[in-house]
């Protein structure tokens, strides 16, 4: 879905005539059937303003094409700017704009991840480039049409509030930088240029359409990925509220003192793709030679992910990799590096066929580990004995004296 749809020269005309935002906000109404907040529309003013003084520039087609917030196939994602034509060698085209009101961010030490000043307060969030290239890879990832159908998609994040300070373009992100650039207040003509290495003739074809309207390939299913994932492949893009959560743990982990435990929780509602972070973090960690294993209480997900490495590796390691909630009644302290618990909100007080085992599942996985990190959905209780909450966890961690971060709300596929 896409809200705003146009070629450069009426969307040029709707920023001089100051109705880009209304516009936009009218559309938004009628296809989302909810209200566009104030702030919102302030900066789609601004943001869009911008960007059309980028596109000021005759060797940019008027007939190239413009969206605006087009969602993400899967996902509750919107991409903010698109513009599409054809290359100087006829090569179809869309040119993906991250557009961000930020005025500072500071570096962290965890990939991809940055620090500003959003939602009220200073918190951890996908570095722009990033999170641009993110959302691109999905679209390779998922629509027929651009995998299939011979477009080429390129990324970009465009900061027009930011004056450098050597935070966003520092060299510890030049993976990133080199797979999509950004670009800050100083560059707009850099931004340009960027755009008219790529679109030099109009949309002729429909481009923008045509991943509109292209099949959407069912998702990747996890266990079929995790043999894949395990030997180094890289199966799924994680972004926004994911990446960050991954980054958290994999840094608690890798860069754990072991002066004092760690206890997080990370929320998210049912198809949020928390299973997706989960045995991400599973294979990461792994392959970093941490002692570490996805947890359930539910069988299900462990027979099937056994069954499909049965073969590839060992019984003992598979079994290591996998466990039940109710096998820590009795383990050492500190015993893994790092728990990974799926469906939290599921775990019981006592352990064993007839809950006679052990003291509480919650505590027995804290005093196990040195990180624990608990993936949970409070609305998706369905038992009485089901104990997973936060404020379960918490008390557990405090009595423990463990560090508690739970600053994440993971969403991601339908």
């Not at 679109?199 to 074809?205: L, T």
């Not at 052990?358 to 409070?378: H, P, R, T, W, Y």
Request: net charge negative; hydrophobic share 35%; aromatic share 10%.
């Amino acid at each position: 879905m896409i809200v705003y749809q146009s070629t450069k020269e009426s969307f040029t005309t709707d920023v001089e005539t100051g109705t880009v935002e209304e516009i936009i906000s009218a559309k938004y109404r009628a296809k989302l059937n909810r209200r566009v907040p104030n702030a919102e529309k302030r900066a789609w003013q601004n943001s869009l303003h911008y960007m059309s003084t980028v596109l000021r520039d005759d060797e940019i087609p008027d007939d190239s094409g413009i969206s605006i917030e087009m969602q993400i196939p899967q996902t509750s994602k919107r991409i903010d700017f698109i513009i599409t034509g054809r290359s100087e060698q006829k090569k179809d085209y869309a040119v993906i704009v991250e557009l961000k009101q930020w005025e500072s961010a500071q570096r962290t030490n965890m990939d991809g991840i940055v620090q500003t000043f959003i939602g009220g307060g200073v918190r951890e969030v996908s570095h722009p480039s990033y999170q641009a290239w993110s959302y691109a890879a999905l679209l390779n990832d998922f629509n027929e049409a651009v995998y299939d159908g011979d477009i080429e998609l390129k990324a970009c994040s465009y900061l027009h509030n930011y004056i450098p300070n050597g935070a966003l373009d520092d060299p510890f992100y030049k993976e990133h930088l080199e797979k999509a650039p950004v670009f800050m207040r100083p560059d707009l003509v850099k931004l340009r240029e960027f755009i008219k290495d790529f679109v030099k003739y109009g949309d002729e074809s429909d481009i923008i359409d045509r991943i509109e309207n292209g099949r959407i390939r069912p998702s990747k299913m996890l266990a079929d990925s995790l043999s894949s994932m395990l030997k180094g492949n890289e199966e799924f893009i994680m972004i926004d509220e994911q990446k960050v959560a991954f980054e958290y743990v994999m840094d608690a982990v890798l860069n754990h003192d072991y002066s004092g435990k760690k206890v997080i929780i990370i929320e998210g509602g049912p198809g949020t793709g928390k299973s997706v972070v989960a045995v991400n973090l599973l294979v990461k960690l792994t392959e970093k030679e941490r002692f570490v294993s996805y947890v359930t209480k539910n069988s299900a997900p462990r027979t099937v992910y056994s069954s499909l490495l049965s073969g590839e590796m060992k019984k003992t390691r598979i079994d290591n990799l996998f466990k039940s909630s109710g096998s820590f009644v009795g383990a050492d302290p500190n015993m893994f590096d790092a728990l990974i618990v799926d469906e939290a909100h599921r775990l019981n007080d006592k352990s064993g066929m007839f809950r006679n085992m052990g003291e509480n599942q919650i505590k027995e996985l804290i005093q196990a580990s040195k990180v624990a990190v608990f993936f949970i959905d409070e609305d998706q209780r369905i038992h009485i004995h089901d104990i997973g909450e936060k404020g379960e966890i918490r008390k557990w961690a405090e009595r423990a004296n463990a560090e508690i971060i739970e600053t994440f709300r993971v969403s991601y596929f339908n």
